[in-house]
C-alpha cells in the first residue's frame, strides 16, 4: 500500500510526500520495478537526477523487457482511466522524461 499511497501524492504534485511513501514502498520490497520507476520520476521532479537516473536503471534492470525504454513505449501500454491521463503525464511522465528516459 505504501507505493499506492506515493503514486496518488506523486500525481497530485506533491513530490516531497510521494518519495517519503514511495522509498518505505522500495524499502519493503526492493524487487518492485514500477517502484523504482515512480521513484525515479519524483526524484527528478525535485531536482535530484542523479537519484532519479540511478532508480530508473534499476527499475530498467528489475523488469528486463525494456518496458522502460522509453516514454513512448510507456504510453503505449498505458490503461489506465482517461481522467487521470493528463495528471500522469505532467508528473510521471515527465519526471521520467527528467531523469533520462528518451521520447522514443
Do not use: C
Not at 71 to 90: D, Q, T, W
Amino acid at each position: 500500500m505504501y507505493y499506492r499511497i506515493g503514486e496518488v501524492h506523486l500525481l497530485q504534485s506533491r513530490t516531497d510526500k510521494a518519495i517519503s511513501w514511495l522509498e518505505k514502498a522500495r524499502s519493503t520490497n526492493s524487487e518492485l520495478q514500477y517502484v523504482h520507476a515512480f521513484l525515479a520520476s519524483a526524484y527528478a521532479l525535485k531536482g535530484e537526477t542523479e537519484r532519479a537516473a540511478a532508480e530508473l536503471a534499476e527499475a530498467r534492470r528489475l523488469v528486463g523487457d525494456g518496458s522502460y525504454s522509453s516514454i513512448a513505449h510507456l504510453n503505449a501500454g498505458y490503461l489506465g482511466v482517461p481522467n487521470i491521463r493528463s495528471l500522469f503525464e505532467a508528473t510521471y511522465i515527465a519526471g521520467l522524461g527528467k531523469a533520462g528516459m528518451p521520447e522514443e
